[in-house]
Each structure stands twice: as C-alpha cells, then as structure tokens.
C-alpha cells in the first residue's frame, strides 16, 4: 500500500475542538493529498502538497490547514471542528512529475464531529 | 464547474453477469483513471487511460477513453463476488485538476 499510514484511525470529537490528522510516507514521494469521502460525493480535495513547506488549495479547503514540515509527513488540521466535517478523511501520494498521476491512498480515517 | 457523473449509483447483479459503469466529463479531459474501494477499505487504483479512443483490458476488466475524451466506462465480464465494491473514475481536465465522479457502488449476488 505504498508506505502509507493514517494516524488516528478514528476519532470521536466535539464541536469546536481543534483536531489534527496526520498522514505519514516512508516512499519519499513528493506530492501528497489530503480528501475527505462523503456518500454521493466521491472524494474531494482539501489540500496538496508539491514539497516541504509547499502547499495549496483543494475544492474544499474551508475550515481546514495543511502544514508539511518533514518530505514524510503531512498534516491536516481542523481549527473548529463542526459536524460538517464529520466524515472519513483519505491521504494520498501520487508518483510522477505531475500533480494527481497515479494516486495510492492511506487505510482513512473516520472523523465523528459531536 | 467542471463536473464528473457517474451513472447508474448503484447495481445489483447477480454473480455472473456483466456490469458497466458509465463515466461522463462536462469538459474534455486530458487522462482518465479508475479506482475501486471494497467496503470499509480505501480507493485502489485500477487503470489509467491517456489517448483517445483507448481501450485496455485486466483479465475481466475493460476500460474505455471515449473519441472526444469526455467518457469513459468500465465493464466487468462475469462479475464475481470479489467485484464487489464502489469504482470512482476520476478525470483530469486541462487545468491540470483531478475531480472525482460519485462512484458506482457494485453488489453482486451469489
């Protein structure tokens, strides 16, 4: 599964509390995504990443940050979680020289926002 | 906005039987892959289609790129019950942006 491991796995929160997903790589690939999966929407964008400190806008990027410190790691942040973000959250990584090739995603992670 | 649909949302055939599912972009599109996502699992990626017209096969799997490279579909011959599971296309348009279409959730009865 191309080295791709999502921390937590799932998690139980309340509104307002700030909560941060993280998506680890052991492959050194360069770009990394972040989606969120909900029913009749397929997967969505948040945020990318195209290297250490790089990173932009998805469709969806409202409510959430990105930082990306190590090439390995790439975390997500919800400031104020509200139930709207209650959802199930995918990192990715592609391969190749361009944005979104061949995408290979992490197990989820299952967010309840309370 | 640029929009990828899928049709139909949902099929339920029974094991052996054919199924296709149908991908159509409101705009052309510069390549086109395939994902499956088995229940509770994440998307996998199947295939990737680049040229107009394109047609690969994997084993009981087809894949079209239509002419206008606006379409595209996925058959499987003889489903089996290992074929369950929601395939997703995603199309890349000339902004150099992937957008998902809503799935096709597949259920194959015994």
């Known amino acids: 599964d191309a080295g791709i491991t999502q921390s937590p796995r799932h998690k139980v929160t309340e509104t307002g509390t700030p909560v941060t997903l993280r998506c680890h790589q052991t492959?050194?690939?360069?770009?990394m995504y972040w989606y969120r999966q909900d029913p009749g929407h397929g997967l969505r964008l948040i945020h990318y990443s195209y290297g250490v400190k790089d990173t932009d806008k998805g469709e969806v990027s409202d409510g959430y940050s990105v930082s990306r410190s190590k090439t390995e790691d790439f975390l997500l942040t919800l400031e104020s979680a509200t139930s709207s973000q209650t959802s199930v959250y995918f990192c990715a990584i592609s391969e190749g020289r361009l944005t979104q090739e061949t995408q290979y995603f992490g197990p989820g992670t299952r967010l309840l926002v309370l | 906005g640029q929009q990828v649909m899928q049709i139909p949302q949902y099929q339920h055939v029974q094991e052996g039987e054919d199924f296709t599912t149908y991908c159509n972009s409101s705009t052309t599109l510069s390549n086109i892959q395939w994902y499956k996502q088995r229940p509770g699992g994440h998307p996998v990626f199947l295939i990737q289609l680049v040229k107009s017209g394109e047609v690969k096969k994997q084993k009981r799997l087809t894949f079209q790129f239509g002419e206008a490279k606006k379409n595209s579909s996925l058959h499987i011959t003889a489903t089996q019950t290992t074929d369950v599971g929601t395939y997703f296309c995603a199309g890349k348009t000339s902004y150099d942006k992937v957008i998902f279409g809503p799935g096709t959730s597949l259920s194959v009865i015994p």
């Open positions: 492959e050194n690939h360069r770009y």
